[in-house]
């Protein structure tokens, strides 16, 4: 069975900093690209950040310079570091796992960015 459990979503001030993770188990990890998206209330879902096998890295405009993304392929796992975080990247972040015809998604973690 597989799972993708992301954590460490939560309320921060404008300026602050998140580290989003993703646990998977049920795949063989080191094949997957990774990627993490996020969906805002009324919008549609869209691509934040994605690292391949390789650890090639591409990113969303709205949040290069500011998010990075790394993988730990020991541990299973996906990060998304979000710095200098603004109101606009508030949304339900999640990760994904895509290798081939195979795509699966976690839960969702929800990011709220307000003073």
């Known amino acids: 069975q597989v799972q993708l459990v992301e954590s460490g979503g939560g309320l921060v001030q404008p300026g602050g900093s998140l580290r989003l993770s993703c646990a998977a188990s049920?795949?063989?990890?080191?094949?997957?690209?990774m990627n993490w998206y996020r969906q805002a209330p009324g919008k549609q879902r869209e691509l934040v950040a994605k690292?391949?096998?390789?650890?090639?890295?591409n990113y969303a405009d709205s949040v290069k310079g500011r998010f990075t993304i790394s993988r730990d392929n020991p541990k299973n796992t996906v990060y998304l570091q979000m710095d200098s975080l603004k109101p606009e990247d508030a949304a339900v972040y999640y990760c994904?796992?895509?290798?081939?015809?195979?795509?699966?998604w976690g839960q969702g973690t929800q990011v709220t960015v307000s003073s």
């Open positions: 690292i391949t096998t390789g650890r090639s890295t």
């Open positions: 994904n796992a895509h290798y081939d015809i195979n795509d699966f």
């Open positions: 049920g795949i063989t990890f080191w094949h997957y690209d």
